[in-house]
């Protein structure tokens, strides 16, 4: 078993995964500038390898499966993510919510093997008449202090 800190050898060439495309001719199942993304956080590998070696029927694991391991869980977070800001955009809203990934997931059949995990998601709510004339319009909390009474005692 490895530390934390396991770093594949420097020596050992890791293979390098064929060119897919990004999207363009039609082929391919990741998004659109793929290449443009930059990833800040890396899945750890020393991690993937212990997880794998915790199953009783995975015997040795070969140096460099988890590496792959790593870039195919990065691949498919670009994906996943990607198509869930699209539905996020799409309604108009600045953040990727549950609502947003199970949308991405029930629309994709790539990500079909994920639809009993977020059929626990409550569905997102139809736009109704009155929101769409809203929808240009902010509303707003009304601030202001309250004001202190004979029955507010400070202890």
Same mark, same amino acid.
């Given at each position: 078993? &490895?530390?934390?800190?396991y770093? $594949?050898? !420097?020596?050992?060439a890791? $293979?390098?995964m064929?060119?897919?495309?990004?999207?363009?001719?039609?082929?391919?199942? +990741?998004?659109?500038?793929?290449?443009?993304i930059?990833?800040?956080?890396? *899945?750890?590998? !020393?991690?993937?390898?212990?997880?794998? &070696?915790?199953?009783?029927?995975? %015997?040795?694991? #070969?140096?460099?499966?988890?590496?792959?391991?790593?870039?195919? @869980?990065? @691949?498919?977070?670009?994906? +996943?993510?990607?198509? !869930? #800001?699209?539905?996020?955009?799409q309604?108009?809203s600045?953040?990727? %919510?549950?609502?947003? @990934?199970? &949308?991405?997931?029930?629309?994709?059949? &790539? *990500?079909?093997? @994920?639809?009993?995990?977020?059929?626990?998601? #409550?569905?997102?709510?139809?736009?109704?008449?009155s929101?769409?004339?809203?929808? %240009?319009?902010?509303?707003? #909390?009304?601030?202001?202090?309250?004001?202190?009474?004979?029955?507010?005692?400070? *202890?």
């Open positions: 078993m &490895q530390d934390a800190d770093i $594949p050898d !420097a020596s050992v890791v $293979p390098q064929p060119e897919i495309g990004n999207g363009s001719s039609g082929g391919s199942m +990741l998004p659109p500038n793929v290449d443009s930059i990833i800040k956080n890396h *899945f750890p590998v !020393a991690r993937i390898k212990r997880i794998m &070696q915790a199953d009783d029927d995975v %015997g040795k694991v #070969a140096q460099v499966t988890p590496v792959v391991v790593s870039k195919a @869980l990065e @691949l498919f977070m670009i994906s +996943l993510v990607t198509k !869930a #800001a699209a539905e996020a955009k309604r108009n600045k953040r990727v %919510g549950a609502i947003h @990934l199970k &949308q991405a997931i029930t629309k994709n059949e &790539q *990500f079909d093997f @994920l639809n009993d995990i977020v059929s626990k998601v #409550a569905d997102a709510p139809e736009k109704s008449e929101d769409a004339m809203d929808e %240009g319009k902010k509303k707003k #909390a009304p601030r202001g202090k309250r004001k202190k009474t004979d029955d507010d005692d400070d *202890f």
